[in-house]
């Protein structure tokens, strides 16, 4: 199966762009209304907004916040609003051209999710404090990922961190006897799926990278270790990837059988492979056919091992 074939069903450089464009505009357009309706309303009603606050926060346990003496914060408050609803109203109509106004909304929001986090810690327990935390941090994150997944995408070639990850992954998967060393180079192995994806489109490639550097950071968020998965060895990569077939975090499950399905699409396509597994000419349409059939009859879960010739 070539990278032109069944595989090759993504959209163009072009209008994977056009698409991102379009779904970033409708979330910014939702976030600019949102950011001048709470601004409104703190205006209009600042303290009917702490009273609600408040009521939420009650049955939590939390102490009941103050209304404000004055309004010389509010007045400041809502010019924030304003400043936060015309970034992202502006961001709306062409998040890609306008990227970087999403690194002021970015700061913004995580400099009143941080603030608020201190008062909480170091001050008076309100519930209001508490949710504006939780609220501005998830959107400065918001601000910050559109912000990566803006930029220029990659030409043709994965990031060298990526490109490790990817070669590491394939290495494990090869299964090269201890002290041995596996049927098919990694580097070359990794290069066939660089260059399948690299013709699908850059986007297509630098979302693979995202994915690589989600796998390369499993031992750290999962495990407990201090190395990435491209930095361990051998037999420390094996129970990670194991591991990650296993999870039960969908995520986790569906970015391995990513890469195993890549690696093993073009790993299969050399005879020596074949040869080192036991496998004939047919495994893999057969696989593939096995795939559609289970689908077809709504089945779940992972596919039972094929059975080799003694």
């Known amino acids: 199966m070539t ?49 609600a606050l408040n009521a939420v926060g009650r049955p939590l346990g939390f102490p009941p916040a103050p209304h404000l003496a004055h309004r010389f914060w509010l007045s400041l408050g809502v010019a924030y609003m304003a400043a936060v609803t015309a970034l992202a109203a502006l961001i709306a109509k062409a998040p890609t051209e306008r990227r970087l106004l999403m690194v002021p909304l970015a700061i913004g929001k995580a400099t009143s999710s941080l603030t608020c986090l201190w008062f909480f810690a170091a ?80 986007w297509t490639l630098k979302a693979f990278g995202w994915l690589l550097a989600f796998v390369d950071w499993n031992p750290r968020l999962f495990h407990g270790r201090r190395e990435r998965l491209c930095e361990l060895s051998w037999e420390d990569r094996v129970p990670v990837l194991e591991s990650m077939e296993r999870s039960r975090l969908l995520v986790r499950r569906q970015a391995a059988h990513a890469l195993k399905l890549l690696l093993g699409l073009h790993a299969y396509g050399e005879p020596t492979v074949r040869q080192e597994f036991r496998v004939d000419d047919d495994w893999l349409p057969s696989r593939l056919e096995l795939a559609r059939l289970r689908r077809e009859r709504g089945e779940k879960g992972p596919y039972p091992e094929p059975t080799l010739p003694e």
């Open 3 to 51: 990278a032109n074939g069944p595989l090759a069903c993504n959209p163009t450089p072009s209008s994977a762009e056009a698409t991102v464009d379009r779904l970033l505009g409708l979330v910014y357009r939702v976030l600019a209304w949102t950011f001048g309706l709470v601004g409104a309303l703190f205006f209009l009603f600042p303290d009917g907004t702490v009273d």
């Open 123 to 202: 001050f008076d327990r309100y519930f209001i404090y508490l949710a504006n935390f939780l609220v501005d941090a998830s959107l400065a994150l918001l601000a910050w990922l559109t912000y990566a997944a803006t930029a220029a995408p990659a030409t043709g070639a994965l990031p060298p961190r990526g490109r490790r990850t990817l070669e590491a992954v394939a290495e494990t998967l090869l299964l090269p006897p201890p002290g041995g060393s596996p049927p098919l180079a990694p580097g070359k192995l990794a290069s066939a799926v660089e260059s399948q994806l690299a013709t699908q489109g850059a």
